[in-house]
């Protein structure tokens, strides 16, 4: 999964050079529309030609010419397409550019012949005043990860969905053996973090306009204590590696962890690890929310073929042969709403609660955004919580400073 979000700058500068006026070409006959991507870079370019060819056979007047470019290089590649009024007819988003593209004009209103196909939440995401701009493609969640031995050995119940953090606290301090190495819990302290556990918690980042922040309340200091309170009791320090890159993948695989919120990209690298493990939809405290992470297709506002070019989009994104594919090669999960399509994920195996996977998004917390500073924005809240970990800063003073200092930068 793709958890780093492409940054928006320079979107708001292309707005005067798309063509919102244009007008679009009838699909009478053989049409050729073009897509690009980043989603099968790396290990599934095959995967998305085998999707090409079905949907060529099935609509034998069009023709999908593919570009596939590293992660890296597409956010640069798609800005510089955009400028230069070049950009394909289809092209792969990121739920943190959907606003600011959608604002911009950049993203043809679509008409989604099956919207039922979808689940609900995700394609919600993509739509503005009741119309899709962008059909979600595919989707990862966060989850809590847990050692069923570590459980079992201290005669503990394991994490279910009726959990919250009081329940996951207490499992927490009794699974802990410092002295042992064993921590009971491990939580990343970011932005990625913050904004879902404040969704937990009742409270929101940004005020409903977006100009300004909104989590310096008193849920959001709650929300921020029950992430940095956790460094040093249930969880490592900074000082002990908490923070590196893999450190709780790791410290979980060596049996040293009894919970982990991490996301299902992770289940391959734990698949084999000598001890039981499961999951569960992580605990809320007054609501449940759990963070998704998604890609998504969009169709130009400037395109020539929108029709088309709607009919590969959706073919992309909730057709059969789309489903089997994904499922078939691990390649993240179909944005689908038939769970029954989704049946053969369910058994294959560790974890044995897959369906919590798709529990997880009948509350979920979508990662607020902004159309300018966004990077910005996530850089500043996770620095600021890192000083309140490390005790440079109480969590009210962090949290104070976070709010000056993205205001500053998103224009609040």
């Known amino acids: 999964m793709n958890r780093t979000l492409l940054a928006t700058a320079g979107i708001v500068g292309i707005a005067a050079l798309v063509l919102t006026g244009c007008t679009t070409q009838a699909d009478d006959g053989p049409v050729t529309i073009t897509y690009t991507n980043f989603i099968s870079n790396d290990g599934n370019e095959e995967n998305l030609q085998a ?16 570009t596939t470019l590293p ?31 959608q604002a911009n004009g950049v993203l043809a209103p679509l008409e989604v012949a099956n919207p039922e196909a979808y689940r609900q939440s995700l394609l919600e995401a993509y739509s503005t005043d009741g119309t899709s701009y ?29 959990w919250t953090w009081a329940d996951e606290k207490a499992a927490a301090e009794a699974l802990t053996d410092q002295a042992a190495g064993v921590w009971g819990d491990h939580q990343p302290i970011s932005f990625y973090e913050y904004y879902k556990v404040l969704a937990q918690n009742g409270g929101q980042f940004l005020n409903d306009d977006k100009t300004a922040v909104a989590f310096n309340t008193p849920e959001g200091i709650e929300a921020a204590e029950w992430l ?18 893999d450190f709780d993948t790791n410290l979980f695989k060596d049996g040293k962890l009894a919970m982990l ?28 929310a759990s963070a998704v992470f998604s890609n998504a297709v969009g169709v130009s506002a400037t395109s020539e073929h929108i029709e088309a070019a709607t009919k590969w989009a959706e073919f992309l994104t909730s057709s059969d042969v789309m489903v089997q594919t994904r499922l078939d090669a691990g390649w993240e999960l179909p944005p689908i709403s038939d769970e029954a399509q989704l049946a053969t994920y369910l058994d294959k195996g560790k974890p044995a609660n897959r369906q919590a996977v798709f ?36 969590v009210e003073e962090a949290l104070a400073s976070a709010e000056e200092r993205i205001n500053a930068v998103i224009g609040g």
């Open 51 to 66: 999707i090409v060819d079905a949907f060529e056979a099935e609509n034998p007047d069009i023709t999908v010419e593919v």
């Open 71 to 101: 992660y890296g290089d597409y956010g640069t590649a798609l800005q510089t397409d955009l400028a230069a009024g070049t950009v394909s007819d289809v092209f792969d988003i990121e739920y943190s550019n959907y606003a600011a593209y």
């Open 134 to 162: 962008a059909l979600p493609s595919s989707f990862s969640d966060v989850v809590l990860y847990y050692n069923a031995d570590l459980f079992d050995a201290a005669g503990l119940e394991y994490p279910n969905s009726d």
């Open 228 to 245: 940095v309170n956790k460094s040093g009791t249930v969880m490592p320090t900074i000082e002990q590696g908490q923070g590196t890159a």
């Open 261 to 288: 919120h991490t996301g299902i990209w992770v289940f391959g690298s734990v698949a084999d690890v000598p001890f039981n493990w499961d999951i569960a939809v992580e605990p809320g405290n007054t609501v449940q």
């Open 359 to 394: 529990d997880s998004l009948d509350g979920i917390a979508l990662p607020p955004v902004v159309a300018n500073g966004q990077t910005e924005m996530q850089d500043i809240i996770g620095e600021e919580l890192v000083e309140a970990q490390a005790g440079r800063k109480t």
